[in-house]
């Protein structure tokens, strides 16, 4: 919804202009507080950081996408469209306007900015590359004839060219480098503003996303892999005093591992499906690591659509039973509890099936 309605509306203007970064917060905090609580006036705790939440799926995020970054990604399209658009008006108006020193070769400054004195000297200050450069080399023209103390600098300028070897007689074209397509596109843009200082991590995204279930439920256990859900645990570390107990065994504290994986009544849960499989399974440390295994362990690694939801469903049938216990005070017995999770396994299952 964030991603396909909100976007959309501001993508024209953004496409167009800078936005103020004002702006751009303030549309960040409409889209963040509608992402936790919708439409609904109460606050609600935002369980992860709206950063992380920006982040590709691929790499521990939700994907949600980044303002700034898509402005400017939007706006970059302009400049690609500059470099590329032959004989155009627009074009010729810019340059006529501004200039065209081009940064080849390097890329942080002009040649005309790094060697000035050079570039005053120079008898064809506008000529590209190819109308200087042939066969036998170089072929500068400069209005005087040269001194001494000039040929220094034009020792270090001719080394300069040098570091760039592949010059060859073909028409230039204009090549993006980012991404495997060779030209511009904004999404490649925007990925490569949106990974820059973030380290990739293996992360069981697959598991999270790419599975057949409703999107409440990849959201949930995104939360759980970030063990950020609201658990006795959680709640303590926001300030909360309680006495930490898990609502289904009553025996320990409420962590985020110990409800969803390791409590007793859990446990049950993961049994009856490997058992099912028939397959002696050591269950990991946290919910990560489960996320990593669950479909190599039971599933040989296919790609059984069946088997990949199951650990999103015990979870999910966890944190009702759980809730319903916290709020409304209402108990199923371990049958009953056995048998809700069946019964939402299965009845997903079938839209597995329906839609494939
Ligand atoms: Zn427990």
């Known amino acids: 919804m964030i991603n396909s309605v909100l976007d959309a509306l501001p993508t024209y203007m953004m496409s167009v202009f800078l936005a103020p970064a004002g702006v751009i917060n303030r549309i960040e905090v409409l889209r963040r507080t509608f992402f936790w609580q919708g439409n609904e006036d109460k606050r609600k705790y935002h369980l992860a950081k709206w950063e992380e939440m920006n982040i590709s799926k691929k790499i521990g995020g939700v994907g949600i996408r980044n303002m700034k970054f898509q402005n400017q990604s939007l706006m970059m399209k302009w400049l690609w469209k500059f470099a590329s658009a032959e004989n155009s008006l627009w074009k010729e108006v810019i340059a006529e306007k501004y200039g065209m020193r081009d ?34 080399g170089w072929n500068l023209h400069f209005r005087r004839n040269l001194n001494d103390w000039d040929m220094c600098r034009i020792a270090e300028f001719l080394a300069t060219l040098a570091q760039f070897s592949n010059l060859s007689e073909e028409e230039d074209s204009l090549v993006w480098n ?21 380290e990739e991590v293996e992360w069981p995204w697959k598991m999270i996303w790419k599975t057949k279930i409703p999107y409440k439920v990849n959201c949930f256990t995104w939360l759980l892999a970030k063990e950020a859900v609201l658990t006795h645990e959680n709640l303590n570390k926001r300030g909360f005093h309680l006495c930490s107990r898990c609502f289904l065994c009553e025996e320990q504290g409420e962590t985020v591992n110990h409800l969803f994986l390791h409590c007793k009544w859990t446990t049950q849960l993961w049994q009856m499906f490997t058992n099912m499989r028939e397959i002696k399974w050591v269950k990991p440390g946290r919910i990560k690591q489960v996320l990593k295994c669950w479909n190599r ?10 088997w990949k939801i199951v650990s999103s469903y015990i979870w999910w049938t966890v944190w009702l039973e759980r809730n319903q216990r916290c709020y409304e005070g209402e108990q199923s017995n371990i049958q009953r509890f056995k048998l809700n999770c069946l019964a939402l396994y299965y009845f997903w299952c079938k839209q597995v099936v329906l839609d494939s």
């Open 103 to 136: 940064k080849w070769m390097t890329t942080k400054v002009p040649l005309s900015q790094r060697f000035p004195d050079l570039y005053d000297l120079c008898q064809m200050q506008q000529a590209t590359v190819a109308e200087l450069w042939n066969d036998q």
């Open 297 to 306: 362990d039971g599933n040989a690694g296919r790609k059984e659509e069946r």
């Open 178 to 198: 980012v991404g495997s397509k060779g030209y511009f596109t904004v999404n490649s843009a925007y990925e490569d503003l949106n990974t820059v200082g973030i």
